[in-house]
């Protein structure tokens, strides 16, 4: 068992928090008290691959490691449309999975916004000619943010989410 | 510059469905097909078939007009490159047992429109239901469907799977895949080979470096490109990384899938650490971009290689307490052991690659067969298991991980003074084809290029290691409960990007 319970006696979380990670704390903890301001409960965020190179899909998951957890600030990634507010979509819309994604959307309560993350949903990066992508997202849904970059890192992502909650304060 | 040995065959396509009995026989495997349009060339199609399993790798090019045979009955792995080749080019695999289209759906597609042809004229057709896509079906009292995807509940790629059951235990799985079809191939043809190259990585963005080494192989033998020493030990160093951090991840959500949060999270703050390592080298997370045709983009400075050597000294310590943990606990084994099993067998018909057919007991891994940079000095021998099952492919990894440590490690401070790249003016010669190949965290990346007369690409195929592997999953779920699926899925990790191209 020593594994474990070398686990459970030298905390690495805690380890990992001294490390330096403040910005992403300060982040956090502002975003936490804005979504609160707002929704007065968490933000659930159901995803959608539209075509990616799984990239995207890594950086958001990275969101729940230990570096990240983004869970403390309220925000979770719900396994079910019916229980999510934002939609985020990632990948450039191939012509395969333009439906299901639609159907994703259409299935989320309003109200709902959609937030893309990544060069492909805005642009549909190096496939956009391609014969099988029909993307951008905004050509079919209307887009509330879009994050960039390629794919765009956790802390970015983040700073997205604060982005988000400042556009829903001012409207 | 490429080592492989490719012995190349022309033949009849009788004669060589006739004679694909011996090279099966003579322990030879499909590494993949190829079929190319080269009418404007000599008014043929030809379907190329590459096998590996005699050291080098023999190449059979057959003629095709509008058919070919199928050889699917004889060799099952070839099942799903002729069903590809029939959506993409229109060319019938005469006695194929299952026609339905792969990557081009009914549901949006016109089935007379083939865009691999080069006669296509870039029309799409319009977004309407063309027909439908017929699901296998299993009948009787008291079995039922469960369906999943293509949206999962989780952060994953999209796919849609389709299990019969009677009671608890699987009775069949169907997968339906290509959802993220993005007609890669197509979308390379009339590009440069550089901005090739930035395609390529986002086949599958996870194992980048390792297919754009499969690619540059190629790439570089074609443009008859000799890189540095120096820049083949960087290309090394940063494909080992890779793999690491990928099997530290695969490692992660198996203790994930089976109710272990705490060394997961562990695993995945290993995980973290690693990609800020790479971001630290490269200035990328995931390196993109750090490979270029002739060389590579960053250099190793004695800070980095330091970097580096601690990131990996610290995974081993991690790794072997969490090897120590799996093998000693009973809960852990008694949801790994017997679960999934893919038999020696299985692999073999498959033609699997990577950890699934190592763990299946088949010495595959191109770093030793079809030796690539500097890894025929290496000395590598195949981590091999015979289990099967999701133990075999989880103990695989924690060894593997060991292997590219020390690969590393004796490449770390050993690092050859010179150039990181080298010029690439070189046209290369009109429609000449390479091949190339490298083996990713999932299993051999195969490539196979031609250049038209412009020094652009004619035609380039990708076999990724998950498009062999996938249909593999269909056989390890059998009997098996569906509770279990999620944990075998994970314990061959594979990509659906890479798959879907």
Not at chain 2, 58 to 71: G, N, P, R
Not at chain 2, 235 to 262: H, K, P, Q
Not at chain 2, 304 to 331: G, P, R
Not at chain 2, 408 to 420: A, R, S
Request: contains cysteine; proline residues 4%; negative net charge.
């Amino acid at each position: 068992m020593s594994f474990l319970s070398k686990l459970l006696f030298k905390n690495k979380t805690q380890e990992i928090g001294a490390a330096g990670i403040g910005s992403i704390l300060i982040k956090g903890e502002e975003l936490k008290r804005s979504i609160n301001g707002v929704f007065g409960r968490s933000l659930f965020v159901r995803l959608v691959d539209s075509g990616s190179c799984n990239a995207c899909e890594n950086e958001l998951a990275a969101l729940s490691n230990p570096y990240y957890d983004l869970e403390r600030f309220g925000i979770k990634f719900v396994a079910s449309p019916k229980h999510a507010d934002v939609l985020i979509i990632t990948g450039c819309v191939t012509r395969n999975m333009l439906n299901p994604m639609l159907k994703t959307y259409e299935n989320i309560p309003s109200p709902k916004f959609v937030i893309t993350a990544g060069d492909c949903p805005e642009t549909g990066g190096p496939f956009k000619d391609s014969y099988s992508v029909c993307g951008p997202v905004s050509k079919y849904l209307n887009v509330a943010l879009h994050i960039n970059g390629c794919p765009p890192e956790p802390e970015t992502i983040i700073s997205g989410f604060l982005k988000f909650m400042d556009m829903l304060k001012a409207s | 510059m490429n080592k492989i040995m490719l012995n190349k065959h022309n033949i009849g396509s009788s004669d060589f469905i006739n004679s694909a009995d011996n090279l099966k026989a003579s322990g030879k495997y499909l590494l993949g097909i190829a079929a190319s349009d080269e009418r404007t060339l000599n008014s043929k199609f030809n379907v190329k078939y590459f096998f590996g399993g005699g050291g080098g790798i023999e190449e059979y090019c057959v003629d095709a007009d509008e058919s070919f045979q199928s050889m699917s009955k004889i060799c099952p792995a070839a099942k799903m490159y002729e069903r590809e080749i029939y959506d993409l080019f229109g060319l019938l695999p005469s006695g194929h047992p299952d026609l339905r289209p792969l990557m081009l759906y009914p549901e949006n597609w016109d089935s007379s429109v083939h865009p691999l042809r080069k006669d296509y004229n870039n029309l799409i057709p319009d977004m309407k239901k063309y027909g439908e896509y017929k699901f296998k079906e299993i009948l009787g009292e008291g079995i039922f469907e469960v369906l999943v995807g293509p949206v999962h509940a989780g952060i994953i790629e999209p796919g849609h799977f389709r299990f019969s059951l009677a009671g608890e235990p699987v009775l069949q799985l169907e997968i339906r895949h290509f959802w993220k079809h993005r007609g890669i191939e197509k979308v390379c043809e009339g590009k440069d080979f550089k901005e090739t190259l930035d395609i390529i990585s986002k086949i599958s963005g996870d194992n980048n470096v390792n297919i754009a080494i499969g690619y540059l192989e190629a790439a570089e033998s074609i443009l008859n490109i000799q890189i540095t020493e120096r820049a083949e030990y960087i290309r090394v160093i940063l494909a080992e990384l890779e793999r690491i951090w990928n099997y530290v991840r695969d490692v992660a959500w198996i203790f994930m899938d089976i109710g272990f949060a705490l060394p997961a999270q562990n695993l995945f703050a290993l995980q973290e650490e690693f990609m800020r390592l790479n971001k630290n080298l490269s200035g990328h997370r995931f390196l993109f971009n750090s490979l270029t045709v002739g060389g590579v983009n960053l250099d190793l400075d004695s800070a980095k290689l330091k970097a580096i050597q601690e990131a990996v000294e610290k995974v081993e310590n991690i790794i072997k307490d969490c090897e120590e943990f799996i093998l000693n606990s009973s809960t852990v084994l008694d949801r790994l052991e017997f679960t999934g099993k893919i038999n020696h067998k299985t692999a073999e018909e498959l033609s699997l690659c990577g950890i699934s057919a190592r763990a299946s007991g088949l010495p595959r891994d191109s770093r030793i067969e079809f030796p690539y940079l500097i890894y025929d000095k290496l000395n590598l021998k195949p981590v091999l298991h015979d289990g099967g099952d999701v133990f075999a492919r989880t103990v695989l990894r924690i060894k593997e991980i060991y292997v590219s440590k020390k690969i590393i490690e004796g490449l770390l401070f050993n690092l050859p003074e010179g150039d990181i790249a080298v010029a690439c003016g070189n046209k290369p010669e009109a429609y000449k084809y390479a091949i190339g190949n490298s083996e990713t965290s999932r299993g051999n990346a195969f490539f196979y290029i031609m250049a038209d007369d412009n020094g652009k690409i004619f035609r380039l195929k990708y076999i990724d290691p998950s498009f062999r592997i996938w249909p593999s999953i269909q056989y390890g779920v059998l009997g098996n409960i569906i509770a279990d699926f999620p944990l075998i899925n994970k314990s061959l990790n594979l990509s659906y990007s890479g798959n879907d191209m």
